[in-house]
């Protein structure tokens, strides 16, 4: 299991917003465990903090934009993309302006300022979402598309299609987190001409220039049209010949748009405040849509009690029954544990495959076979049993007796042809010999049952 990560040394940027124009000096510090993407405001009186999770969204023209009891940070999404994409999960951010500075219009700078800082594990296992069904998300009116699959790793698919004679349809992939640095971090944002005046007009981009954003030229304006906009911006005036892209520094990749939306898509999705097992797939994604799926998705997870363990039968358990039977005294017909998949210092993850042949369906019920509640507490707590004997040296010579259980749940039946998987976690540190432990028996996407344990490690006679 991989360990949460944070930075190893703070960090400080400083550029002007593209927004407001305003200078701005932002920091990134290390962050506790558990602590997630947290920003400060310094500028203002108690120096209050905003969680950057979906839910905060207020505002997506033309960037991200978070808020909480009146604080607001705007242009987020670029530093969020680049944590997401060094496999941050804690890091505290503080800025002193309503919004990220702007720097060269991607996500360069925080990348090179995040290796150059170091990247440090934690104690911590990492909390993924692990996409287990295909999650969609689509928007008529924009056309607009998302869906999210399951894959082993994070990975992500962008088309993005625009009525431009310069920039028309374009697609870009990353295929493994490793290749953002060089594939996807340095791809600047982007803006039409045609749209700047209307952007000015709404008090935007007043930091924008040609250094920050690639800017396309494909509807023919007059020439003092285009010295009065470089006007407004502070800009030289440019003399444009033919429809193309207006920037001193060239194109580093013929479809660096659509990596730039990728890049975005990863800072939006980076708001469901965990890394993510899953295929994006996103179809013409704007900062909108992509804040309204992750928000989709925060709401699954609000109502997932537990990360339903991934079960794949083709996989060598960590533990085989022979090893169990030498861990555990229990024998036929009370040995409820198959195998073990998963074991760490802190939790352990067992599978009991049921079957109509099970001696208990013999009275519990000849006609509607269903496994007692009972044995299902005595299958997590035999599972239980095999994470702290885990724990010390010799577990052959111990066993574990259940001293307690509390706040026992049962939600759905157990019948045959089920397969049981138990997770059992520690709550607190194993002391003098006693450990506490939530469990959980899951079917399918389904808990069934659920209890607290407290267990006492005995060394035998």
């Keep these: 299991m991989s360990k949460q990560k944070t930075l190893k040394n703070a960090f400080t940027l400083e550029g002007k917003g593209l927004h ?3 200078p701005i000096t932002i920091t990134f510090n290390p962050a506790p465990v558990n602590t997630g993407y947290r920003i400060q405001r310094v500028d203002i009186e108690d120096q209050p903090i905003v969680d950057a ?3 905060n969204v207020v505002e997506t023209s033309r960037g991200t934009v978070v808020e909480k009891n009146g604080v607001r940070i705007g242009t987020i999404e670029h530093a969020m993309s680049a944590l997401f994409a060094s496999e941050i999960d804690n890091c505290l951010i503080q800025v002193n302006q309503p919004e990220f500075p702007i720097l060269d219009g991607s996500a360069s700078y925080y990348i090179k300022a995040i290796e150059e800082s170091g990247v440090e594990e934690q104690s911590a296992d990492k909390d993924y979402y692990i996409v287990r069904k295909k999650i969609e998300y689509v928007n008529e009116e924009t056309g607009t598309k998302i869906i999210i699959m399951p894959d082993d790793a994070f990975s992500a698919n962008v088309l993005v299609s625009y009525k431009s004679p310069v920039l028309n349809n374009q697609y870009a992939s990353l295929d493994s987190l490793a290749d953002y640095s060089k594939e996807i971090a340095s791809c600047r944002t982007f803006v039409f001409v045609r749209e700047l005046e209307l952007l000015l007009k709404n008090n935007l981009i007043k930091g924008g220039d040609l250094d920050n954003a690639i800017v396309i030229y494909d509807q023919i304006i007059s020439q003092s049209e285009l010295d009065s906009l470089s006007d407004v911006l502070g800009q030289e005036h440019v003399h444009v010949d033919s429809m193309g892209y207006l920037n001193k520094r060239p194109l580093q990749f013929e479809n660096e748009p659509a990596r ?3 890049l975005d898509i990863m800072g939006d999705l980076a708001l469901i405040g965990k890394p993510i097992k899953g295929r994006v797939i996103a179809t013409c994604p704007g900062h909108k849509a992509n804040t309204e799926f992750a928000k989709k998705i925060r709401k699954k997870l609000r109502h997932q009690e537990v990360a339903i363990p991934i079960y794949d039968p083709c996989k060598p358990p960590v533990m085989d029954v022979n090893r169990i039977k030498e861990l555990l005294p229990h024998r036929w017909p009370f040995l409820l544990v198959d195998k073990v998949i998963e074991i760490t210092d802190k939790y352990v ?6 079957t109509v042949n099970e001696t208990l369906f013999c009275g519990h019920f000849p006609q509607e076979p269903v496994m007692p509640g009972v044995l299902q507490l ?3 707590a035999q599972t239980g049993g ?23 749940k049962f939600r759905h039946k157990v019948v ?3 397969t049981l998987i138990f997770r059992l976690e520690l709550m607190s540190e194993i002391r003098r010999g006693c450990a506490n432990m939530k469990g959980y028996a899951i079917v399918g996407d389904k808990v069934v049952s659920e209890a607290e344990f407290m267990a006492q490690i005995v060394k035998n006679k």
Excluded: C, Q, W
């Design 20 to 22: 407001t124009g305003l």
């Design 53 to 55: 999770v979906a839910e």
């Design 260 to 262: 730039h939306k990728l």
């Design 349 to 354: 993850v067992g599978i009991k495959n049921m």
């Design 378 to 380: 005595e299958a997590m």
């Design 386 to 408: 095999l994470l702290v004997l885990s724990t010390v040296e010799d577990p052959e010579r111990y066993s574990t007796y259940f001293m307690k259980i509390d706040n026992v």
């Design 416 to 418: 045959p042809g089920d």
